[in-house]
Structure formats: structure tokens, C-alpha cells
């Protein structure tokens, strides 16, 4: 029994040490993550019913591929009406700028009618001039002194009148200048009303923001949607990196931009290499499992390892979202990297 128990023994503690993860040494830090990829939603900017999805799950799409088209039997209706009402307005302009040069030939008239009037008012008051001086000497009858005066007063009458034309023509001008003002303002209205129902109907056919791959397709042809509602999911191959977390004691030695060698589970014969972009300022929790006081005392930083965009447009096929790895980092700058985490990549 004696001889069983130390073979037992041994053999736990032989299995111990093969199981106890070799790692590079005092001098680095690792931690476990999953790789992430900045996800993109496609969305409908306006409620409506999906007409068409032209991209299935996997697909891989560039930067301005159209990936799905809303119906838009209403927007070109309203797109019409606009355009309608916009030549109406047009016309309208053309019909207020007819009326201002109708009003300035009036205004011609009325004022050539004043100046015959004031030349009429001239010769009257010569005449009448003459005919006091005649009638004072007895050389005329005091009925044609009579005419004449009647004569001066009518002119001047006339005068005033013809000048209360002038005034008329230069407010009705007015007018019809503030009509054309109207007018103009209603051709820019009706512009802009079309502009923007151009723009919802552009915004109708759903267009990939980037380079990326469908990750979901969150509707179906058919379905209606309310205004954002999603249609499709992308993820962003370009934008590519692994969240992992650090305790206090080594996320204080972590500089932006530190190399960083990665290890997947789906791929232990590559180490992909990678540098810090984010540390978190503030710790995210404390470790669920813990065996020590001191260890629950211990807090996590999260650090994000983003992938270099060269290689991640080199082996896109390749790149999946949310496969688990292990991260390693140097603290001690002199540190050399070991044989086991030489960058090695798909080829």
C-alpha cells in the first residue's frame, strides 16, 4: 500500500508540473482575451419596408457596395409633388418680374403725363401773367381774365394729379419687386423641399460605410422598420483587436503602444504580433475566482492589443471574431523575447 501511495504521488506531482503553463519568465505578463472587431449597424434612417437585402452572412463587402434598398414608392411621389411645386414657383417669378415692368411702363407714363402737365401749368401762368396786366389796363374783358384763372387752376390741378400717379406707379413697382421677393423665396423652398426628399430617397439604398464582412442579417425582405431599425450587422476586418485583462500590479508598467505577441487557441502554431492602443483608467472587477485575501484584493484593467491593418488586410479570410487567446507583454524593456514567442504568421 506504502509502495502505491508514492507512485500516486509522484505521478500527481509529475502531472502537475506538466500541466503548470511554461511561460518566458519574471520579466513578462500575460493575459487571457478574445479577439473583437469593431462592429458596424445598417440601418434605415427612415421607417419604411425592406425591399431588397443584396448581401448574405460572410459576405465580404468594400466601402460603398450597395448592401440593401428600402422601398421608396412614397419619397418618389413626394419628390414629384415638390418638383411640381417648384415649377410652379418658377413660373411664379417670371409672372411677379412681368408685373414689376408692367408697373415701371405705368410709372413712365404717369411721370411723361406729369411733365405735359407742367408745361401746361407753365404756359398757364405766363398766359395768366399777361391777362392781369392786360385786365388791370382795361385792354381785355374781365370774362377772359375769368378763363385764364380758371385756366391756371386747372392746371395746377392737373399737376397734382398726374404727380399722385407718379406716386401710384412707384408703390405698385414695390409691390410687384416684393412679389418677385415672395416668389424667389418660394423657388428656394421648393428647392429645398426637393433636395431633401433626394436625399431621404438616396438614403433608401443602404450602403457599406467600409470595408468589412456581414456579420448578421438582422431583417428580411419585407419586413417593415421603424426609423433606425437595423438591417444588417458588419464587422470592420480593418479594425481588429484583443480585449484582455491585466491586475494592478502590471497594468501600471503598460505604455500605449508597447508590443504585444499574441497566441489564439484556433491557431497555437502562429504568434501574431499587435501593440497596446487602449488601458483602461478605471479597473473593471475583481477576479471571480480567489484562494487569498490578498487576491481579492486584486483589480483588473482591461487593455485592448489591436492587430496591425497590413497584416489584417494580408489574411482577411482568416480573421474571426471572438476566438479566445492569450496575450503577452514585456515589463522589463531589456527583456528579450523567447524562441517560443518569435512572431510567426500565416504566410
Known sequence: ??????????????????????????????????VEATEVDIATKLAGRVQNILVDEGDFVQAGQLLAQMQVDV??????????????????????????????SDMAAAQAATAQRQAELGAAKSRYARTKTLSASGAISLQDHDDDVARLHGAEAAVTAAQAQVAAAQAAIKAAEAQVIGANS???ASKATAASIEADILDCQLKSPRDGRVQYRVAQPGEVLAAGGKVLNLVDLSDVYLTFFLPETAVGKVALGSEVRVILDAAPQYVIPAQVSYVASVAQF?????????ERQKLMFRVKAQFGRPLLQKNLKLVKTGVPGVAWLKLDAKAAWPESLAIKVPQ
Open 1 to 34: 500500500m506504502i509502495a502505491i501511495a508514492v507512485i500516486v504521488v509522484v505521478m500527481a506531482v509529475a502531472l502537475g508540473l506538466k500541466l503548470k503553463p511554461a511561460g518566458p519568465g519574471a520579466g513578462f505578463v500575460s493575459g487571457n482575451g478574445r
Open 75 to 104: 419619397l418618389n411621389a413626394q419628390y414629384d409633388a415638390a418638383k411640381a411645386q417648384l415649377q410652379q414657383a418658377i413660373t411664379a417669378v417670371a409672372s411677379a418680374e412681368a408685373q414689376v415692368v408692367a408697373r415701371q
Open 186 to 188: 418660394a423657388v428656394t
Open 286 to 294: 475583481t477576479p471571480k475566482t480567489v484562494e487569498t485575501a490578498t
